[in-house]
């Protein structure tokens, strides 16, 4: 990319996130990633460069090595000139959604991150003139803490996603609560992940998008959003799954490519062989949590059944959210356990502020960083370096709940027998794949005591709610009962 030829009108609006905004170029398959801050929170050119080269040698030296390399896209930082910046933030800011727009573009360092357009661009190089099809999915955190730290009963019961449904829909964030539930898709059990991703399909919110050729054609940004549209999402599809247009168009030709959508996805989610070092994440054959969240509508429904569990599937190890998982899984105190540690770290830099590079709070992130991530031991010795270690973990675990899975499919060519590419089938079709993992920014050592508060704010008030609503239940039952109440009179 020459940096000095530079066209606010080759870019277009991408999306973005809470920290940062996406711009992808129109003809090239490559985006910029620019930071965002608020309105009073200025900083250096150097702390921007040095930031985005943090995101880049995290990604390089910590994720790629947990998740593979084909998986991982670390990019590089850039610098542009500042008129192009400032042209390109007034051209898409009519175009970012309202909710998003608290923050701004950092307009005033011209550093920012070049890397692949995964929504066109897939880790192998297709023929340009073949479509591409792009399913982003966030899936969120895949386990319930076995923490012997947790104090909440819920907590050992209801997943943190489904939890926190019930608290952003009170807040106005979403209109209604998904019945999609990360354990479902975590699985590895076909029939619980088909239902998981048709209920993300149901109820996108922000964890999926799909696009086509590049541009975004499902989602949903905020509550604001238009109601999903399954007809015109199948619309979209039938070209991809039933390319010989036998299928006539209604509900059954809705329901017959969501159907074949579900099925490719699961298969391409259970396929895998990269080498990734998650493996040497050893864990003992300690006891499991629950496989199956209280809140998810599948596991209600097995136990209306009078199934206590499911068939037990479990995820292939060489699968990206296999690996993706055990990484989640570095969060082995839960927030409870590690929020006393963090406030040990905490005295100890008020008493030596200096030591704070010596800690690698703010990196290098580099192989010396990655390798103290891999003590697994729960034993507490009372010292520094012990609660040290856990809030990295900590850092690292919330990376990988919160990042999101870019699924690039494209059809195969009547002549593709020779190529080496990896393929999915579909009942009419087969499509070369790529997956790929986005959002692998750790997250702030700052943030752990927001999370503290978050988590009690969520399970309190998921709480709250659920035994209201338990306790009305039991009253309206209490009261048809009076209904039918046998009085025997002495005679």
Sequence with gaps: MDEGKMDENEWGYHGEGNKSLVVAHAQRCVVLRFLKFPPSRKKTSEEIFQHLQNIVDFSKNVMKEFLGENYVHCGEVVQLPLDFVQQLCLKIQSERPESRCDKDLDTLSGYALCLPNLARLQTYHFAEHRPILCVEIKPKCGFIPLSGDVTHEAKRRVCRYCMHQHLKVATGKWKQISKYCPLDLYSGNKQRMH?????????????????????????????RSPVADWNELAHHLKPFFFPSNGLAGGPHCTRAVIRELVRVITRVLLSGSDKGRAGALRRGPGP???????????????????????????????????????VQMLDLLDIEGLYPLYRRVER????????????????????????KLLDLSTEDDGTVAFAL???????????????????A???????????????????????AFSVSVLDLDLKPYESIPHQYKLDGKIVNFYSKTVHAKDAAVVSTRFKESEDCTLVLHKV
């Design 195 to 223: 239902f998981a991703l048709k209920s993300l399909l149901q109820e996108a919110q922000n964890n999926l998008k799909i696009f086509k050729n590049g541009e975004l054609i499902y989602g949903c940004t905020d509550a």
């Design 389 to 407: 270690t856990k809030v990295q973990q900590y850092r690292v675990a919330m990376t990988a709940k919160d990042c999101s899975i870019m699924i």
């Design 409 to 431: 499919l494209s059809p195969c060519l009547q002549d593709a027998s020779s190529d080496q590419r990896p393929v999915v089938p579909s009942s009419r079709s087969r499509f």
């Design 288 to 326: 499991r949590g629950p496989r199956v969240c209280e809140a998810s509508p599948f596991g209600r429904s097995l136990r209306r059944q009078g199934k206590n569990s499911p068939e037990c599937s479990g995820l292939p190890k060489g699968c990206l959210l296999y690996k993706t998982l055990q």
């Design 348 to 371: 100890y830099l008020e008493e030596f502020p200096e030591e704070r590079k010596t800690l690698q709070i703010d990196g290098p992130y580099d192989e010396a960083f990655y390798q």
